[in-house]
């Protein structure tokens, strides 16, 4: 579903004020607000519609990426890179556990942690005892 120009959506001009802007999302956000239109769903729509477009047309950042890029400037602004916090911390470990059988324990002592036991911090009954004891014989 495409979405309508912002401009559009609060009855505005490209060139409006401040003023102008609020007095079109008042005027709208009373007449659509879900307490006045109580089960309405396109009121619904509607207002959460009014308050995205002020919401952007009020910025003077937002706006000015969304008068040169439109909806897909906003998006991307507001987007980012997602990333799974677990899925983070194993693959950081996961390379910490490789630097570790490289360059500290010997290649006969393997190093192997369990997920389960890193995410809940029980990490320290497995290698710190091996490294160490491996580090002195060196």
Known sequence: MSK??????LGV??????DDLKKAYRKLAMKYHPDRNSGDKNAEVKFKEAKEAYEVLNDPQKRQV????????????SGGFQVDPLVLVEVLLTHLVIFLE????????????PIEDLILNT????????VSEELKKK
């Open 4 to 9: 309508r120009d912002y401009y559009e959506v």
């Open 13 to 18: 001009n490209k060139g409006c004020d401040a």
């Open 66 to 77: 969304y008068d040169q890029f439109g909806h897909q400037g906003i998006d991307q602004q």
């Open 102 to 113: 490289i360059f500290l324990v010997d290649h006969k002592v393997p190093v192997v942690i």
């Open 123 to 130: 990490i320290w009954k497995y290698p710190l005892k091996i």
